[in-house]
T-cell receptor
């Protein structure tokens, strides 16, 4: 079964700092990859996704992520964070697996809480 | 507006009192799923449904039931809630990647915060 690791549990940055949140997954086959954001008291919103093609994907609000297949990683980046980026960030993986046919299940990491100091 | 709705948004109940959390989507998605979110554990899948009358267990199905009588609705039923089911619940829906080849981005509802005393 696949698993997802987000090693940074809580990250604190000042405004304008650069951000990189780590995400590693364990699955040897084909995957679809996602980053979701959850602002305080709100539901999950999709930041960006990777299905195939260019491994560098751009999402909303200036976020981007790079899929490195050899490292099983899908790290999230933003060159300059804002106070409004304070939220919890979840990496998720959908394993394309014939034994799991039909279940579009997302396996989530435990999340990274990001706090931006003005 | 394309959306997933859940009701109620907040619920406080007592042990053993049956409850249902409703979920509805207006995107004609075949696939629907329930997750629970707990601190330090991320989101874990409870049940999922590939289409009407087709449901199956996820990773943490104990204590829950679901039904899928209509494509748009996927209620979550707790027959006899217990305090360990206190959690934040999310319903999600998507197209099915394997049958459509289309984008299977999951759309999430606003969440239901359940407290079982």
């Amino acid at each position: 079964a696949q698993s997802v690791s987000q090693h940074n549990h809580h990250v604190i940055l000042s405004e304008a700092a650069s951000l990189e949140l780590g995400c590693n997954y364990s699955y040897g086959g084909t995957v679809n990859l996602f980053w979701y954001v959850q602002y305080p008291g709100q539901h999950l919103q999709l930041l960006l996704k990777y299905f195939s093609g260019d491994p560098l994907v751009k999402g909303i609000k200036g976020f981007e992520a790079e899929f490195i297949k050899s490292k099983f990683s899908f790290n999230l980046r933003k060159p300059s964070v804002q106070w409004s980026d304070t939220a919890e960030y979840f990496c998720a993986v959908n394993a394309i697996d014939s034994s799991n046919f039909g279940n579009e299940k997302l396996t989530f990491g435990t999340g990274t809480r990001l706090t931006i100091i003005p | 507006e394309a959306q997933v709705t859940q009701n109620p948004r907040y619920l406080i109940t007592v042990t053993g009192k049956k409850l249902t959390v409703t979920c509805s989507q207006n995107m004609n998605h075949e696939y629907m799923s329930w997750y629970r979110q707990d601190p330090g554990l991320g989101l874990r899948q409870i049940y999922y449904s590939m289409n009407v009358e087709v449901t199956d267990k996820g990773d943490v199905p104990e204590g829950y039931k679901v039904s899928r009588k209509e494509k748009r609705n996927f209620p979550l039923i707790l027959e006899s809630p217990s305090p360990n089911q206190t959690s934040l619940y999310f319903c999600a829906s998507s197209d099915r990647f394997r049958t459509s080849g289309r984008n299977n981005e999951q759309f999430f509802g606003p969440g239901t915060r359940l407290t079982v005393l």
